[in-house]
């Protein structure tokens, strides 16, 4: 492998303009096996309507932006439908000379109205003949954004070496032909990329230029995926507002977004819906949401989102909390006692359980309280000397205070 293919060289070139292929949802995925391709000839051309383009370089009368079908066998530049001689299973490849450079490749539009931020791409690449033996040779995998197709004069080219094919060096095989020598499969996810609306990404297979006679190479089975793309939300929080709860929240993107459902519950498992918010559909910049609640419950309230796409499609966000309940305050003294320590609670916290608990974690006293308001003396005089902690502990709250007994 000795450098990326350009074809800013000197000479002419053929190649056949291609309607890249449509992206319409987040969900979108292709694939393309190239038993289209025909299985004889020597200057096919393929159809625009497939989205693939092939383009030649160089002074060989095969440069034609066409390819001609074989079985692997011949040692002339150009582009070709590889497989046994008269099987419809193909692959699509092609052998560099001196005198023919070939590149081919396709193109993807973005019509999902948002803004493409990774794709997933798989393919086969098979080696069918080995000019040069115990040579590594290669197939280079590139992308540009913006591009109108695969040449070097638009968009900027970007290598993929994830995707790149690595043949490995192996036995003389130039004359065998019917079927591949060696293949793999790769799989890869271009991520951190950005293709706004209408904007497009190029692919392309860079028959890199091996020292030595040149080896039949190729690729099969390609395919694109994107991932589904939820709602990124950033925060989702909720706050007191007079006798009201306003619940915020933010995303950075959204895609298929049709609204939101708003949920409360009293005991943070079983929800009921209590509003419905429109999303914005698409969205690639910081949008803000708000809610309010009117008619909080006592106590806790616990509030989540349910986010629903336009195909009926649902994800479930976080849970956060407001207690409108009244505040209290509790304490115990005398913080060092012999017979009786006092438990003081301002606010009533509902049902609760008074717990003395030893240094073990051990329960050494327990009592039920209905109503906490108020004191409440607790005997202590019945345990050993030494450190305990006192628990109050509520439906809404867990408090620990810690005692000596001397």
């Known amino acids: 492998m000795k450098r990326i293919l350009t074809f800013l060289l000197l000479g002419s070139f053929f190649s056949i303009v291609a309607q890249p292929?449509?992206?319409?949802?987040?969900?979108?995925?292709?694939?393309?096996?190239?038993?289209?391709?025909?299985?004889?000839?020597?200057?096919?051309?393929?159809p625009a309507s497939t989205g693939w383009i092939i383009l030649e370089k160089g002074t060989s009368t095969r440069n034609n932006a066409g390819y001609a079908g074989d079985n692997g066998a011949s040692n002339s530049g150009d582009c070709y439908s590889l497989g046994a001689t008269g099987n419809t299973e193909r692959?699509?490849?092609?052998?560099?000379?001196?005198?023919?450079s070939p590149l081919y490749g396709v193109g993807f539009v973005n019509n999902t109205s948002g803004t493409i931020t990774s794709i997933t791409v798989s393919y086969k690449g098979e080696t069918w003949r080995v000019a040069?033996?115990?040579?590594?040779?290669?197939?280079?995998?590139?992308?540009?954004?913006?591009?109108?197709?695969?040449?070097?004069?638009?968009?900027?080219?970007?290598?993929?070496?994830?995707?790149?094919?690595?043949?490995?060096?192996?036995?003389?095989?130039?004359?065998?032909?019917?079927?591949?020598i060696h293949s793999a499969t790769l799989s890869y996810t271009i991520s951190g990329i950005n293709i706004p609306n209408g904007s497009t990404i190029y692919f392309r297979f860079n028959d890199a230029n091996a020292a030595g006679a040149d080896d039949m190479t190729g690729i099969d089975d390609f395919s694109v995926s994107m991932p589904i793309i939820p709602v990124e939300l950033l925060d989702f929080k909720a706050q007191k507002e007079n006798q009201a709860v306003k619940l915020l929240w933010s995303t950075a993107t959204e895609l298929n977004n049709a609204y939101y459902t708003i949920e409360r519950s009293e005991n943070g498992k079983s929800f009921e819906k209590i509003g419905e918010i429109s999303g914005y559909g698409n969205s690639n910049v910081l949008k803000s949401y708000q809610f309010m609640d009117e008619k909080p419950m006592s106590n806790v309230n616990y509030y989540r989102l349910r986010q629903v796409d336009f195909d009926g499609k649902e994800t479930v966000y976080k849970t956060v909390s407001v207690n409108f309940g009244k505040n209290t305050t509790t304490k115990v003294y005398p913080s060092i006692a012999k017979d009786k320590i006092n438990v003081e609670i301002s606010g009533d916290k509902g049902p609760s359980d008074l717990l003395v608990v030893n240094l073990l974690g051990q329960v050494v006293k327990a009592q039920k309280l209905q109503n906490t308001e108020g004191v409440f003396p607790v005997n202590i005089s019945d345990l050993p000397n030494g450190s305990y902690?006192?628990?109050?502990?509520?439906?809404?709250?867990?408090?620990?205070?810690?005692?000596?007994?001397?």
Not at 91 to 100: D, H, I, N, Y
């Open 21 to 46: 292929i449509s992206i319409t949802s987040s969900s979108f995925s292709y694939s393309q096996d190239f038993n289209f391709l025909a299985t004889t000839g020597t200057a096919n051309t393929i």
């Open 91 to 100: 692959a699509l490849g092609s052998l560099r000379s001196g005198t023919l």
């Open 132 to 180: 040069t033996a115990n040579r590594e040779d290669s197939i280079k995998f590139e992308y540009a954004i913006g591009a109108t197709g695969i040449d070097t004069i638009e968009g900027d080219w970007v290598r993929v070496t994830n995707l790149d094919y690595i043949k490995p060096g192996q036995a003389l095989t130039a004359t065998t032909g019917g079927s591949e």
């Open 389 to 406: 902690i006192m628990r109050i502990v509520s439906k809404n709250e867990n408090i620990s205070l810690r005692f000596e007994k001397q």
